[in-house]
């Protein structure tokens, strides 16, 4: 017998949900619904505490349950487990796939500017390297002398370690990694204690997810998510990158929607019922 499903819904409290997420939250909820025995949890992805609020993961927990959402308890919320990032990391610098990266977000514009034609990844252009090339007795002073920096994983040196990779794309197959498809990612800053790639990888595994229901625009971030699974010997679920929705005009929906938010569309006194077919699912029909 397969194992059971075990689905998750991952938002990040940085907004109010949007019929997108609810499209999104109801994909996970279904697949494990359909499955026999399948499992449906609820992760709180608040890692980045610059951005996130308590005001939103409160709206998020009312508008999930105002939609008939159920989950299990206790809700993972990743403020709460910065050791177990901390472990991952560990892990990752003692295979030799960490360097730390002194560069400013200006430092890096200014040398993409610089480039001309800077390489681009998936989702814009790569990081260019700069501390990675960094001359290691240079890189120690600027560490001894406590000079601020990130974490950032040598996807090169990753996709040596680990040697050729795919995941299992629900409905469409087998997906080749590219372990470059996002260049040399951060996976922890001064202030963060993990990025989100790793926090979603350590907790997808921690959490026996067996099938990650989100968003096509996270599509190529599973490249660097695979990656990281290998480095770290975790399991790998299977995906599926479902499509997103799109506003009127046809663009897709941004936390802040106006009409199309979950609040807005109860207060405009859309039922529950109704609000799940505007995102695409609606209610079995009742028996003749
Ligand atoms: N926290 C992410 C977001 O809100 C989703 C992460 C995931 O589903 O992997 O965009």
Known sequence: ????????????????????????????????????GGRFLLRIEDIDRTRCRPEYEQAILEDLGWLGLEWEQPVRRQSEHGADYRAALDRLAGRGVLYPCFCTRAAIAAEIAAAGAAPHGADGPLYPG?????????????????EPHALRLDAAAAAAAVG?????????????VVPGALGDVVLARKDIAAS?????????????????TRGRDLFSATHVHRLLQALLDLPTPTYHHHLLLADATGRRLAKRTGALGLRQLRAAG??????????GFAAPKAAP
Do not use: K, N
């Open 130 to 146: 700069l501390c990675r090339r960094l001359d290691p007795a240079q890189r120690a002073a600027r560490l001894a002398a406590g």
């Open 164 to 176: 050729p990779l795919a995941w299992e794309e629900r409905g469409e197959g087998r997906v080749a």
């Open 1 to 36: 017998m397969p194992p059971p499903i075990v689905t998750r819904f991952a938002p990040s409290p940085t907004g109010y949900l949007h019929l997108g997420h609810a499209a999104s939250a109801l994909t996970g909820w279904q697949a494990a619904r359909e499955a026999p």
């Open 270 to 279: 859309r039922t529950p019922a109704e609000v799940r077919a505007l995102a």
């Open 196 to 212: 989100y790639h790793l926090a979603v990888v350590v907790d997808d595994a921690l959490q026996g997810i067996t099938l990650v």
